[in-house]
């Protein structure tokens, strides 16, 4: 404990979208705000993972804030799905607009964070001494944000170049002539296979679990369609309102099953060539929950791998077997599975040949070595719940969160925990926020409370946390509601599974499945309620 502690209103933890946007409505009620990031600059996820290819999926026109008139008539976006510098820049653009960087310290990791009940204040404390306490606590940490690396002995025996997608260096990396091995076929691998393989010398793909990967179908945005975006904005975030998981692509109102097979065939055909995730968000609105409808488009994609891929073994190795299509997160691809029929590009099958170490000079299966000069671990994130683990939270009675949510995270709403008073979860467990076009829910989030603490100042409250029967019957709801829902069945970071790191080996629901108008919907009544299921003082 070397530093003075500085004393503010509220702290907030991150400076991505939702952390950025916090700061912006909380000096809007007068506030004195103190964001905590442990990052050299804003931007959350756009700021991390500057990996080759990464780029959104949502639709860039509907992924920017809504809530400001002038940033929507300023900033323009160059593509349809834009690449993670441009959305960089878009965070920058939004930070020096709002003039959000004198309220945030940068490169500080907050390592923990204490509730004292008797002054009603949180202390939060950083790795590298920074002190601070304030009455309000909100986490803008992140879903995707606590990297995992494999727990395969050898890592750091490894004396090539090797780096984490999600940590990747601000310099360029040159992949020309090099022999390069990806270890991670989920979303960000995809994403950086397609991209390292066009320049690379040797690529060698390590997949334990292949995913149904569907085209982006990226563009440039031509001045005249710009012209339109902007003109149409309430529009387009009316409808992104709308949809389940608030993307522009809304469910098609017909059963997979109620159309002719020619009929099903061609509309599979059209979303297959549409851009996004029109496949996957605006399909027939029972392929997600009924089995029989989910073997359709399953089929369809399958038939889609092995038009794609020229040698059928390699086809047949990138086939999911274990899950139906859109029970697991749709990766969007721009020319994946061509990459394997490049000459200079191979599959390995972990199922079959198990990575057993990495050694100074590359990668060894059960069957052999596989020397190269690159290792890439594009092997994700410990979701959700992760970037919570990695903090030291205690509520009242020195309680630990970790031990709390030890058997699957208990919330109200997924914004409060009781027993953690005046501490507001964004885009945490529970909430529709993590199964979203996240920043459409980020700003219903962070509207709520926003409002929620501006109810307490109106009435002097100094103290908020949920009742625990409410605590209770939300977190019964969110099980109830996923039950219904095919992912539900599935091993996925969705459902809590992280075989890279300990004790996430049991399903869990993390995600509130019920969409996001019924989350919405449930949270204004609950306001309207006078907070009902909540209790000051
Ligand atoms: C590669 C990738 C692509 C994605 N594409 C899309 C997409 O197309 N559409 C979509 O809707 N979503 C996408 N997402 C999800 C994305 O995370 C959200 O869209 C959004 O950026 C989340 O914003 P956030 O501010 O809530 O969290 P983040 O952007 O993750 O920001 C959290 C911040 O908190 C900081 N932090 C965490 N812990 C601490 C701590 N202990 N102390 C201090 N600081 C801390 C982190 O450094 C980070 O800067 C993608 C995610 C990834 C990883």
């Known amino acids: 404990m070397s530093e003075p502690t500085s004393h503010y209103d509220a702290i907030v933890i991150g400076a991505g979208i939702s952390g950025m946007y916090q700061l912006h409505r909380l000096r809007g009620l007068g506030l004195r705000v103190r964001v905590f990031e442990a990052g050299a600059g804003v931007g959350g996820t756009w700021y991390w993972n500057r990996y080759p290819g990464a780029r959104f999926d949502s639709e860039s026109w509907t992924y920017g804030y809504s809530f400001s008139d002038e940033i929507l008539r300023e900033w323009e976006w160059r593509e349809h799905f834009a690449a993670q510098p441009e959305t960089l820049a878009y965070c920058n653009f939004v930070a020096d607009k709002l003039d959000l960087r004198r309220d945030i310290e940068f490169g500080a990791r907050i390592a923990a964070a204490v509730y004292d009940d008797a002054a009603t204040e949180w202390h939060v404390e950083s790795v590298d001494g920074r002190r601070a306490r304030a009455r309000f606590l909100i986490t803008a940490i992140g879903p995707l944000s606590a990297p995992t690396m494999p727990t395969i002995p050898g890592v750091d025996t490894f004396r090539g170049e090797a780096y984490h997608t999600a940590m990747w260096p601000h310099e360029p990396v040159s992949f020309a002539g090099k ?14 296979i397609t991209e390292i393989a066009k320049t690379v010398g040797h690529l060698t793909v390590f997949q334990r679990t292949p995913n149904w990967c569907a085209p982006l179908h990226n563009r440039p945005i031509d ?11 309430p529009d387009i975030f009316a409808r992104c309102r709308d949809s389940f998981g608030c993307f522009i692509h809304q469910a098609d109102p017909r059963k997979a099953l109620e159309v002719s097979p020619e009929e099903r065939e061609a509309f599979y055909e059209a979303l297959y060539a549409e851009p996004g995730f029109g496949i996957w968000m605006g399909n027939f609105r029972d392929i997600l929950v009924d089995p029989d409808a989910n073997a359709t488009i399953t089929d369809f994609m399958r038939r889609k791998i092995r038009a794609r891929v020229t040698d059928p073994a390699v086809a047949a190795t990138l086939i999911p077997t274990n899950h139906g299509f859109g029970t697991r997160r749709v990766p969007l691809e721009s020319g994946y599975y061509e990459v394997y029929n490049q000459p200079n590009v191979r599959l390995v099958d972990l199922r079959a040949t198990p990575i057993a170490r990495v050694t100074p000079a590359g990668v060894e299966t059960s069957d052999r070595e596989y020397a190269v000069d690159m290792i890439v671990y594009a092997t994700g994130f410990d979701a959700i719940t992760g970037a919570f683990d990695r903090i030291d939270v205690r509520g009242v009675g020195g309680r630990r969160l970790r031990d709390k949510w030890a058997g699957g995270p208990r919330t109200y709403l997924g914004i409060q925990i009781a027993g953690f008073p005046n501490l507001f979860t964004l885009v945490g467990p529970h909430n529709a926020a993590s199964f979203c076009n996240i920043p459409r829910c980020i700003e219903q989030n962070v509207d709520w409370v926003t409002a929620l603490i501006a109810h307490m100042r109106d009435r002097a409250h100094t103290r908020v946390e949920p009742t625990a029967e409410a605590e209770r019957d939300w977190t019964e709801h969110v099980h109830d509601t996923g039950r219904r829902m095919l992912f539900t069945q599935v091993d996925s970071w ?16 993390l995600v509130y499945a019920g969409g996001a108008p019924k989350y919405r919907e449930r949270c204004d009544e609950v306001a309207a309620a006078g907070y009902a299921g909540f209790r000051f003082r």
Do not use: C, E, H, P
């Open 179 to 192: 022999r390069v091995a990806v270890i991670g076929t989920g979303a960000t691998g995809v994403q950086a």
């Open 223 to 233: 001045a005249g369609t710009q012209a339109r975006i902007t003109a149409t904005y």
């Open 494 to 509: 969705m459902m809590g599974i992280n075989s890279n790191v300990a004790g996430k080996d049991t399903r869990t629901f």
